[in-house]
């Protein structure tokens, strides 16, 4: 079936510095979701991106979706402690309805 | 407007029962997906209910079911319980089916002894 490859498991970072986590799949993505899960809490959506080569900006985080579509980025710049979480990739199918596919996450840490 | 409620939150069980786990989307959501989270497998999709009908089922065994009520409230029961059956079981709701933005649910945290 459709799997959807995530890197890095971990991350830690000194607070200040750039965190990017990537998203890959064999296949074509229909289209990416990302969210944010706090520690202790459940995933936050945070964006979707659905045109091939497409960049979206939400303050510090910049995503992004491959030019095939196979492949997405969630880059943060200059880190700070409430980052910390774990950050998914879901690929929404919407031949499949609400069917979330998600990647393992990427668990960050902060040191302050 | 009230986000998606979950209940109970905590639940211990031993092998072999069953359990329910309950879910209210938020006002107006249709759409109510279900989710296992595991250290191991991570987030895996178990179903999705709209208008009272399963539309889509995730590659769980036969013990894993549930349903969907005409005010969009679902459940899931989980029969026969084993250890592997611990997990964090979370449901999202969305308006529609396949609508961009699915709301989670703070999740319900399930032992089994």
């Known amino acids: 079936g459709q799997q959807v490859m995530q890197i890095p498991q971990y991350q830690h970072v000194q607070e200040g510095e750039d965190f990017t986590t990537y998203c890959n799949s064999s296949t074509t993505l229909s289209n990416i979701q990302w969210y944010k899960q706090r520690p202790g809490g459940h995933p936050v959506f945070l964006i979707q991106l659905v045109k091939s080569g497409e960049v979206k900006k939400q303050k510090r985080l910049t995503f992004q979706f491959g030019e095939a579509k196979k492949n997405s980025s969630l880059h943060i710049t200059a880190t700070q402690t409430t980052d910390v979480g774990t950050y998914f990739c879901?690929?929404?199918?919407?031949?499949?309805?609400?069917?979330?596919?998600f990647g393992q996450g990427t668990e960050l840490s902060v040191k302050p | 407007k009230a986000g998606v409620t979950q209940t109970p939150r905590y639940l211990i069980k031993t092998r072999g029962q069953q359990v329910t786990l309950s879910c209210s989307p938020i006002s107006g959501h249709r759409s109510v997906s279900w989710y296992q989270q595991t250290p191991g497998q991570g987030l895996q999709f178990l179903f999705e209910y709209f208008s009272e009908t399963q539309r889509n089922k995730g590659n769980f065994p036969g013990r894993f079911s549930g349903r969907q009520f005409s005010n969009s409230r679902s459940e899931m029961n989980v029969s026969t319980l084993e250890l592997g059956d611990s997990a964090l079981y979370l449901c999202a709701s969305s308006r529609d089916r396949g609508q961009e933005t699915q709301y989670f649910g703070p999740g319900t945290r399930l032992l089994v002894l």
């Open positions: 879901a690929d929404l199918d919407y031949n499949q309805g609400g069917k979330l596919i």
